[in-house]
């Protein structure tokens, strides 16, 4: 029991390490996606779907690359992505109320 719980542990640790890699390079989108979101006319502009579709296919072909499962790897770009485009969505409706 012992050992399963110093393996746990270390995995959580190096998981945590993962975490701060991870969000800062969610910052570095987020901030790209906010330098977008007023080149962006309009709603269809904003929600880009032939832009989501490229992307989606993009990042399957790269996690069978890196031995991750493709459709895990769909549902968090396409949750991410939704998440921006409300970001984008919003940044749209706050400059035209202004």
Request: glycine share 4%; net charge negative.
């Amino acid at each position: 029991m012992e050992d399963t719980a110093s393996a746990l542990t270390e995995i959580r640790a190096r998981i945590d390490e993962l975490d701060g890699e991870l969000v800062a390079l969610l910052a570095r989108r987020e901030a790209l996606v906010r330098q977008a979101a007023p080149l962006k006319g309009d709603d269809r502009a904003v929600r880009a779907p032939e832009r989501v579709a490229q992307v989606v296919a993009r990042v399957r072909v790269l996690a069978s690359e890196a031995g991750a499962d493709p459709d895990v790897i769909e549902r968090i770009y396409r949750s991410m992505i939704q998440v921006f485009i409300d970001l984008e969505a919003d940044q749209h409706r706050r400059r035209a109320d202004a």
